[in-house]
């Protein structure tokens, strides 16, 4: 546990926009973390859906090790391999065209927002097109992704956003096709909604929402930042519903650890984006993307999907036998290794209490713990976070 003048060290010099646990982090391996105590804790977090190999994996290292030597950075008015490889094992992972690096799952939003805006822009021109999001969604804190996050608490001191955008419920297509306009350019969501709680697209709901994109000429804008990556099972959680979208945007899991996201276009809006619309310094300099290149290779030679959907099952089965056994929760849903845990009361006392016990776990709203592990972890794993979680919901009883 962290000190008092440590805690106010950091807090001293750092904007506090965070309450942070009281735990100073020094390394990991596996799947475990230590402090700066040596204290061992569990890792069901992931840096946030991020570390999806855990940490301290050799391979990886190698080829960040060995991509500083070379080169860490060139601007975007050259070329270098790493970034054109990464490119293509996303295109190819995605089953769409293009792609444009960015560093951080934010600034992938803000260039989607961007795509689905000059796509509109280029057929009728015209410059007040509209953009439908969904309540409970969550796409970041700059202003463009702000505008089109569905949590009214996040947006109110910062208002005005960029303007038109439309919230419809998630899950009601009715809803989504009541708020529908001749100027509508793009409808965007979560497949699976991650801060919002983990909720799962219904079938009906992302085939119907793809059918009236494709008949009124829509964008359809699928955040992939949380639920991408294998987290889900599949490479990209649309996967699993027998449809590609316009557009998707990706990062955590992305470059394990190093700063990364993309967005990604398919055929309709591959020449939205010209030469002088968009730009970035940094996005996917020979570092970050030497990092992507080498995440795709591990997914395939480690067989991460595999071992999303076995641990996955299990991990869901357990959290079911839970459900049953303590009244205090409520329901459990997900897929893959991304899992939400429902309560009836407020889940921060049982977070303390399972990082006081060893275990890192987040919440996702106030009743729900959420369940983001790294990609690689066993049932014994699975069977030793369900022991501390089961222990510190007994303590808190
Ligand atoms: C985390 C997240 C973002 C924002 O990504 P950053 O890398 O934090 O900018 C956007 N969309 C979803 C679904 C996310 O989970």
Same mark, same amino acid.
């Given at each position: ?29 596996? *799947? ?29 290292? /190698? ?24 490119? &293509? ?125 494709? /008949? ?23 996967? &699993? ?32 984006? /010209?030469?002088?619309? &968009? ?12 990092? *992507? ?105």
């Amino acid at each position: 546990m962290i000190t008092n003048e440590f805690k106010e060290y950091a807090e001293s010099a750092i904007i506090h926009t965070y309450n942070r646990f009281p735990v100073v982090f020094d390394h990991g391996d596996g *799947v475990y973390l230590y402090d700066t105590n040596g204290k061992k804790y569990l890792d069901f977090a992931a840096g946030i859906a991020v570390n999806a190999f855990g940490y301290n994996v050799e391979e990886y290292k /190698e080829t960040l090790k060995n991509q500083i030597d070379k080169l860490m950075h060139i601007s975007n008015l050259y070329y270098t391999e790493p970034m054109a490889d990464a490119a &293509h094992k996303l295109a190819k992972a995605s089953g769409l065209k293009r792609v444009f690096f960015t560093n951080s799952g934010t600034e992938a939003i803000e260039g989607a927002i961007k795509v689905a805006r000059k796509y509109a822009f280029k057929k009728d021109g015209t410059t007040d097109h509209e953009i439908i999001a969904m309540e409970h969604s969550f796409h970041g804190r700059s202003m463009g992704a702000l505008s089109v996050t569905g949590n009214a608490h996040y947006r109110e001191a910062f208002q005005p956003g960029i303007g038109n955008v439309v919230f419809a419920d998630f899950n009601d297509l009715e809803d989504v096709k009541s708020k529908i306009t001749d100027k509508t350019c793009a409808i965007i969501f979560e497949a699976v909604q991650g801060e919002g709680g983990i909720y799962p697209a219904e079938k009906e709901f992302i085939q119907g929402i793809r059918k009236i994109c494709d /008949e009124k000429d829509i964008l359809l804008i699928l955040d992939e930042v949380q639920c991408g990556m294998g987290r889900t099972g599949k490479m990209f959680a649309y996967q &699993h519903y027998g449809i590609l979208p316009d557009v998707i945007t990706s990062a955590k899991a992305l470059g394990c650890g190093v700063p990364v996201g993309a967005f990604v276009v398919g055929e309709k809006a591959e020449n939205a984006l /010209e030469p002088g619309d &968009h730009g970035s310094t940094y996005g996917g300099n020979p570092f970050v993307t030497a990092a *992507v290149s080498k995440v795709f290779d591990m997914f395939e030679s480690r067989n991460i999907l595999d071992n999303v959907n076995n641990v996955g099952a299990y991990l869901d089965g357990k959290l079911r036998e839970l459900v049953g056994k303590y009244d205090v929760l409520k329901e459990t849903r997900g897929l893959g290794l991304m899992r939400g845990l429902e309560f009836n009361v407020p889940v921060g006392p049982y977070i303390n209490k399972a990082l006081e016990r060893g275990l890192l776990i987040i919440s996702a709203g106030t009743h729900i713990i959420r369940f983001v592990p790294p990609l690689v972890i066993t049932k014994e794993n699975v069977d030793e976070m369900i022991q501390i979680l089961e222990a510190s919901l007994q303590e808190v009883e």
